[in-house]
């Protein structure tokens, strides 16, 4: 029996609605190892995301770091360009301040969604 597409493991942890080819998958979970150890991991990533909050995610860096990133990539002597303003971002304006919402915090799910599932198969392809 061929493994569980890692696809479909996301779909599992996240509890989407049941389909016909659940039950072999769910079959195959039940004798395969790896694919039940893929399975757990990608549930933790999914609680994990679930639990994000604004305040979990980066902040814009301080004007300074981004003049000296500038300043590397120029090569020359030149004053560095303004800092990009995020002014939604920012910790240190007066939006930061907005009210969380049920969209930005699912948002912020799947972007950790995302982030582990990426970091998962960058493991599995090592």
Do not use: F, K, Y
């Not at 995301?49 to 030149?78: M, N």
């Not at 939604?88 to 599932?117: D, E, V």
């Amino acid at each position: 029996m061929p493994h569980v597409d890692p696809a479909h493991l996301v779909e599992l942890a996240l509890g989407n609605d049941t389909t016909h080819d659940d039950v072999r998958a769910l079959q195959h979970l039940a004798a395969c190892g790896r694919c039940r150890e893929e399975l757990h991991l990608v549930t933790r990533v999914v609680m994990a995301a679930r639990g994000v909050e604004e305040p979990d995610l980066p902040s814009a860096p301080p004007a300074h770091v981004w003049q000296r990133i500038t300043q590397g990539l120029s090569e020359s002597d030149e004053p560095a360009a303004p800092a990009p303003v995020d002014a939604g971002r920012h910790p240190h304006t007066a939006s930061a301040a907005r009210p969380r919402t049920r969209g930005r915090r699912t948002a912020g799910a799947a972007l950790g969604l995302l982030a582990g599932a990426a970091v998962v198969r960058w493991c599995r392809r090592r």
